[in-house]
């Protein structure tokens, strides 16, 4: 079985797309390819059947967010190869990363909330 986005990680995804004016996919038209976890955070690599692409190395407009469950700030960043998203990085700011992770409240006029 292929292993999915997380609820936080399909969010973020989402975040993107709305901010470059793209159809968010499905969330099972994603496949996580690898992912590791530590105490402060997250980086998963994907693919997409329906590629997400971005000029540069780095997507860091993803607005912070703040875990509903435990109110710790977390942040993101996305990565890009060869101009196609291919992985997701969640970090806390110097605390533990949130258990549970989700739901979270993004900042600035954020829309998606968990």
Same mark, same amino acid.
């Given at each position: 079985?292929?292993?999915? @986005?997380? +609820?936080?990680?399909?969010?973020?995804?989402?975040?993107?797309?709305?901010?470059?004016? @793209?159809?968010?996919?499905?969330?099972?038209?994603?496949?996580?390819?690898?992912?590791?976890?530590?105490?402060?955070?997250?980086?998963?690599?994907?693919?997409?059947?329906?590629?997400?692409?971005?000029?540069?190395?780095?997507?860091?407009?993803?607005?912070?967010? &703040?875990?509903?469950?435990?109110?710790?700030? &977390?942040?993101?960043? =996305?990565?890009?190869?060869?101009? =196609?998203?291919?992985?997701?990085?969640?970090?806390?700011?110097?605390?533990?990363?949130?258990?549970?992770?989700?739901?979270?409240?993004?900042?600035?006029? +954020?829309?998606?909330?968990?």
């Amino acid at each position: 079985m292929t292993e999915r @986005l997380t +609820s936080l990680e399909y969010a973020v995804v989402s975040k993107f797309c709305g901010q470059q004016g @793209l159809d968010v996919p499905n969330p099972h038209e994603f496949a996580v390819t690898f992912r590791d976890r530590n105490p402060v955070g997250f980086m998963t690599e994907i693919s997409c059947v329906k590629p997400l692409s971005y000029s540069r190395r780095a997507y860091e407009q993803i607005p912070d967010a &703040i875990s509903l469950a435990v109110g710790t700030e &977390i942040g993101f960043v =996305l990565f890009f190869k060869d101009g =196609l998203l291919n992985a997701i990085e969640g970090y806390s700011y110097g605390e533990e990363w949130p258990e549970p992770e989700w739901p979270v409240r993004f900042r600035e006029g +954020s829309d998606q909330t968990g």
